[in-house]
């Protein structure tokens, strides 16, 4: 018979938004054998008092972008000492997974500003292969969305042009191959290339496959910006047509006109959710700043073609001349048809180490310290760092923010980008901010309610039903907190300082954090859809 180990004195919370109690759990073989009264299981395995602490169900991360660090970094303590057990990778429909030898180098030089360029055997080519890599073990789980900006390059490299009923058959193809290896669904990125391309309709058709798997769509839309709602509205549409669930990435309303403009928003999913009957969840993370890499905000024609293309552009005058009226009057696509504010763009990391001048400062400031214009010093970082530095932009509302996360759809992601030298605290903090600023100091959710949102609400989402709650044959995926303590440490001036109050986290029943500390286990795994 396999060992017991048994947490006693804890206060559970077991997810599903109900009052807490006082209990014992017992864990064997990976999941929770029993929930007992206090003391009931005295005796029993090995011990961990857990008195005065609470016990819940480990958070899920429905919006990661960890797709290399869950491989890479075996301590992950960004993620691990979080309390995270479960992350959400192939997001903004960009990936590592599904490439073909054509566009693997592509992509990885247009997810550098997210992810690094880790050594890493990147050998894989389909979903399931990433995935079977992820099996070896990992820190903690990992699930899968398709990105269709890797679909699209597949077939149609970095065109922007709609594809041939053909290309489509094959787009249709590669989905459906990626949901058969266990994605839960299908991620876009709207304002991405080359996925901006595609019009509603591609996403419709790409989304049959998603549909006959029972997956979901999860889209990073078009605007954030200038057409918020209006986006919004699309992404609710496009999943009534395509008879998919919907689940809405990093939800937010940003820029200065869109402030008190979040119930406009939730009014449309409620609407969607009653005429249409359709099934939205959201995720959002509890910060102001958003983070991308730093060409982002370039017209979408900038970067047709990839890398070598847009870095010829830009090095070209009377291109650059368009490019800035774009961006500074009028307000490109990739800025969400904002014009852009220069104080509000924030290096966060270089590619480089002779450009690490630039890391922690806005453009503007630069701009000011090197007597350039602004728009000019931005263009000659992308060309010199080869488009690979990452950005905060300062676009957020904290009005919009407290209200989107009191809505019965929401769910927590950290949108974490990992690398870079000041990369954005949420990557590091999201979680325990959840528990500690918003919950405990004020209010905005109880703890039950937060916990609710942290995990079994996504867990539901992912169609996971031994996850995300603390009953008898749940998998024991497990974060032990001090409710009284917990909170983030990480700031945008020292974003990679871990968190305070969480004591513990088990993956499948095994010690991933002990005492505050990471351990050196690797029990995560690949959660496959209708796999577990």
Known sequence: MQPETVLTGGRVIDGTGGPSRQADLVLRGGRITRVAPPGGARGRGTAVDVTGLAVAPGFIDMHSHSDLAVLADPAHEAKTLQGVTLEVLGQDGLGYAPVTDDTADE??????????APDLDHSWRTVGEFLDRVDAGAPVNAAYLVPQGNVRMAVLGGEDRPPTPDELDRMRAIVARGMEDGAHGLSSGLTYTPGMYATDDEIV???APVRAAGGYYCPHHRNYGSRVVESYRECLDVARRAQVALHLAHCHVNFPQNRGRAPEVLDAIDEATVRHGLDVTLDSYPYRASATYLGAP???????GGTAATLDRLRDAPTRERVLREIEVDG???NHGVPMDWD????????????SWAVGSSVADLAKERGEQPGDLYMDLLVADGLRSGCLLQVGNEENIRTVMRHSSHTGGSDGILVG???HP?????????LGHYARDLGVLTLEECVHHL????????????????????????VVFDPDTVDALATYEEPRRSPVGIHHVLVSGEFTVRDGRRTDRLPGRSVRRNRG
Do not use: C, E, M
């Open 421 to 423: 030298a000041k990369p």
């Open 298 to 304: 370039l017209p979408s024609w900038v970067q047709t």
């Open 205 to 207: 058709a790409l989304l």
């Open 426 to 434: 949420r990557g590091w903090g999201t979680f325990p901010r959840y």
């Open 332 to 334: 490109t696509d990739g």
């Open 107 to 116: 992509l990885r030089a247009q997810l550098a500003g997210w992810n690094g």
């Open 455 to 478: 995990t079994s609400r996504p867990a539901r989402r992912l169609g996971l039903s031994d996850r995300g709650v603390i009953r008898a044959g749940a998998v024991a995926d497990l």
């Open 344 to 355: 509000a763009i924030v290096v966060t990391g270089v590619a480089d180490p002779a450009l």
